[in-house]
């Protein structure tokens, strides 16, 4: 430990007050770090779900569980994709007891009962076009753009389901969203969009479910590449996550300059299988040589590949204790 940071250190924290001062911007005794991947249980139920993420958690010793999103959307029955605007009608509110939605409310409670009060758990959810395409086929994306006015119905059913799903997710004792949109990418990616488009079927979705997720500390990650990041970083969230070592993204430096928001990223998740450890130390020092230790949350810009090596993941922790 240097001399300057001898000086200005703080004392050890729990967990939760970690979290809870880099997102206030209060001084943390180290970067809260966490990272995540998918562990293909959506057809295992919530109480699977939650006991692959609980030893995921603590064998790496996380500071934030995160809950990845296994459970998709529910389809209306018989509805593999959308042929057409009359599927699209078809898209009515769907009930909390829907297993996609009840089983990750299961999840939820019984990591909250595992890890007791001091973890801080984060669920990750997406926008309402997400929310269908990831059921459907990002294939029929251009088609639902082509028939607005069965599109926007589509899509208000699916937003009032998670409007009320993020009420029910915090009664179950969740801390925080990781709110995932595409609205920033950016043509002529396959998944980008214009700023009339976004303006239609994104944006206004994307702000009712985010105010139904006050009482939580909503984390925008703003997914993809090659991203306008000024199209949603006005949005009221309380800390923002990009992959900020992508091609076309801001870094860290950049992003600190558009916005005063605890920012969350800064391990590159497209090369950390094939790193090795002193260039995964470097990249995450150099994190704090862009923002300092403050208003930041260490993490990979997004999932990590299931076959990342263990000893990666805990070198994460490791080098963090040294921040």
């Known amino acids: 430990m240097s001399a300057d940071k001898a000086a200005t250190a703080v004392p050890a924290m729990t967990r939760m007050q970690r979290f809870r001062a880099a997102v206030s911007g209060a001084p943390v ?20 779900h939650a006991m692959r993420h609980a030893r995921y958690v603590r064998d790496n010793d996380w500071d934030v569980c ?24 078809r898209f009515k509110r769907e009930p909390m007891t829907a297993s996609s939605f009840s089983e990750e409310l299961k999840c939820i409670r019984l990591l909250r009962a595992e890890f007791g009060p001091d973890m801080p758990i984060m669920l ?8 269908v395409m990831r059921r459907v ?10 028939h607005p006015r069965e599109a926007l119905s589509m899509l208000d059913a699916v937003c009032s389901t998670m409007v009320e799903y993020m009420h ?25 969009i214009d700023d009339a488009t976004f303006r239609e079927f994104f944006r206004p979705f994307e702000l009712r479910m985010l105010e139904a997720m006050q009482g939580m500390v909503r984390i925008l990650h703003i997914h993809g590449t090659q991203l306008d990041v000024s199209r949603v970083i006005d949005y009221p969230v309380e800390v923002i996550s990009v992959s900020d070592r992508l091609p076309g993204n801001p870094s860290l430096a950049q992003l600190r300059k558009m916005t005063p928001k605890p920012l969350m990223g800064g391990i590159d998740e497209s090369t950390i299988v094939e ?5 995964l130390r470097a990249e995450i020092h150099d994190c704090i040589g862009q923002i300092g230790r403050e208003r930041f949350i260490l993490s990979p810009g997004c999932t990590v590949p299931t076959q990342t090596p263990w000893y990666l993941l805990r070198a994460i922790r490791e080098t963090c204790e040294t921040l």
């Not at 801390?175 to 950016?186: E, G």
């Open 29 to 48: 005794d180290r970067p809260p770090c966490l990272s995540w991947s998918h562990f293909a249980s959506d057809e295992l139920g919530g109480t699977e």
């Open 66 to 89: 995160k809950i990845v999103n296994d459970f998709r959307y529910p389809a209306p029955e018989g509805l593999e994709t959308i042929a057409g605007p009359a599927d699209m009608l």
């Open 124 to 131: 990750t959810t997406f926008d309402p076009f997400q929310q």
């Open 137 to 146: 086929g990002y294939t029929k994306a251009r088609l639902v753009f082509a």
């Open 168 to 192: 029910e997710v915090r009664a179950a004792g969740c801390d925080s969203v990781f709110f995932s949109v595409n609205s920033a990418i950016l043509p002529p990616n396959s998944r980008g």
């Open 275 to 279: 790193k090795s450890l002193p260039e």
